[in-house]
């Protein structure tokens, strides 16, 4: 039995412009897996039902419930395959390769209905500049097996670091999880109080943002951020939120966004990429949670000692 510790990993490269289009039709295949999540979960606050969970071969709905039992679809990005596996001992398997969001949607579409799973979706991409319904969609059809593979490498790497990072916090907070709408990795810890009304928000905004809150992630890159990053944001931000610093790597407040941002970059070529995404996580959810009054003592674990 090989008992040797595992060599610390090199954190990959990830530029944008490398694997955009690759992005872009990943993202809208991601979307389409999401919503027939979203559509036969049950609702749980924040629309935490919806997301996906980084696992040692991809990302995974985790178990979504149907016709006595349950079912679950894993986009695996060691083998280039999307899985669908029931508890009934059934599954299909579908290549992820260069084809068009249409091309997927109608394969996955059929694939879930052999399976005996009968559902339909709203086929409108969310969260994303001019969409293209997903039936419609031949524009998204690339698939670089390559840098979906570092993308899932990355979220291996980060998980862990967000993983203690929630244990250190004992009020509410999210799990580490993966937003389909966004293509973000999130983690997010409350105050415990409600937000203020948002005035004409829609009830995903609504419902999202019911309670004070600081959430910390990472996003692989989009306008006007073009390029991996990680970042940090106060809801509602409280006065002083953007005058706070953001760790000792050089992350910094974007107004327009506002939102503390890191560059991925800078925490791949740290000595300690783990010690400098942490450093960035307390430091940002420090100036969130000063400047908005919140109850630390009662809501960290206490240091072991």
Same mark, same amino acid.
């Given at each position: 039995?090989?008992?040797?510790?595992?060599?610390?990993?090199?954190?990959?490269?990830?530029?944008?412009?490398?694997?955009?289009?690759?992005?872009?039709?990943?993202?809208?295949?991601?979307?389409?897996?999401?919503?027939?999540?979203?559509?036969?979960?049950?609702?749980?606050?924040?629309?935490?039902?919806?997301?996906?969970?980084?696992?040692?071969?991809?990302?995974?709905?985790?178990?979504?419930?149907?016709?006595?039992?349950?079912?679950?679809?894993?986009?695996?990005?060691?083998?280039?395959?999307?899985?669908?596996?029931?508890?009934?001992?059934?599954?299909?398997?579908?290549?992820?390769?260069?084809?068009?969001?249409?091309?997927?949607?109608?394969?996955?579409?059929?694939?879930?209905?052999?399976?005996?799973?009968?559902?339909?979706?709203?086929?409108?991409?969310?969260?994303?500049?001019?969409?293209?319904?997903?039936?419609?969609?031949?524009?998204?059809?690339?698939?670089?097996?390559?840098?979906?593979?570092?993308?899932?490498?990355?979220?291996?790497?980060?998980?862990?670091?967000?993983?203690?990072?929630?244990?250190?916090?004992?009020?509410?907070?999210?799990?580490?999880?993966?937003?389909?709408?966004?293509?973000?990795?999130?983690?997010?810890?409350?105050?415990?109080?409600?937000?203020?009304?948002?005035?004409?928000?829609?009830?995903?905004?609504?419902?999202?943002?019911?309670?004070?809150?600081?959430?910390?992630?990472?996003?692989?890159?989009? /306008?006007?951020?073009?390029?991996?990053?990680?970042?940090? %944001? #106060? *809801?509602?931000?409280?006065? !002083?939120?953007? +005058?706070?610093?953001?760790?000792?790597?050089?992350?910094?407040?974007?107004?327009?966004?506002?939102?503390?941002?890191?560059?991925?970059?800078?925490?791949?070529?740290?000595?300690?990429?783990? /010690?400098?995404?942490?450093?960035?996580?307390?430091?940002? %959810? #420090? *100036?969130?949670?000063?400047? !908005?009054?919140? +109850?630390?003592?009662?809501?960290?674990?206490?240091?072991?000692?």
């Amino acid at each position: 039995m090989n008992n040797q510790p595992i060599a610390n990993p090199e954190w990959p490269e990830l530029p944008l412009a490398a694997w955009q289009d690759t992005l872009a039709t990943l993202h809208m295949w991601m979307q389409i897996v999401g919503k027939v999540r979203l559509a036969l979960s049950p609702p749980i606050n924040h629309w935490w039902q919806s997301t996906f969970y980084i696992n040692s071969t991809g990302l995974n709905t985790s178990e979504i419930p149907y016709a006595g039992g349950i079912f679950d679809v894993q986009f695996d990005f060691v083998h280039h395959q999307l899985v669908i596996q029931t508890s009934h001992e059934t599954s299909r398997t579908m290549a992820l390769q260069p084809r068009s969001v249409a091309n997927f949607y109608q394969e996955f579409m059929s694939a879930l209905q052999a399976l005996g799973i009968h559902i339909k979706i709203w086929t409108m991409p969310v969260e994303i500049p001019a969409p293209i319904a997903f039936d419609l969609d031949e524009q998204h059809a690339s698939y670089d097996p390559e840098y979906a593979h570092r993308f899932w490498r990355i979220l291996t790497l980060v998980d862990p670091v967000f993983e203690e990072f929630r244990g250190r916090f004992i009020g509410k907070s999210s799990p580490v999880h993966v937003f389909w709408g966004s293509c973000d990795l999130a983690l997010t810890r409350f105050s415990g109080k409600r937000a203020p009304e948002r005035p004409g928000a829609d009830a995903i905004t609504r419902e999202g943002y019911s309670h004070e809150l600081i959430s910390a992630g990472f996003w692989p890159g989009s /306008a006007p951020f073009p390029e991996p990053a990680f970042y940090c %944001y #106060a *809801a509602p931000e409280p006065p !002083g939120f953007a +005058d706070a610093g953001a760790g000792k790597l050089g992350g910094y407040y974007h107004p327009e966004l506002h939102e503390f941002l890191l560059r991925y970059e800078d925490v791949r070529k740290a000595a300690s990429p783990a /010690a400098a995404l942490m450093d960035f996580l307390e430091s940002t %959810y #420090a *100036a969130g949670a000063n400047a !908005g009054k919140w +109850d630390r003592t009662n809501l960290e674990r206490a240091a072991q000692k």
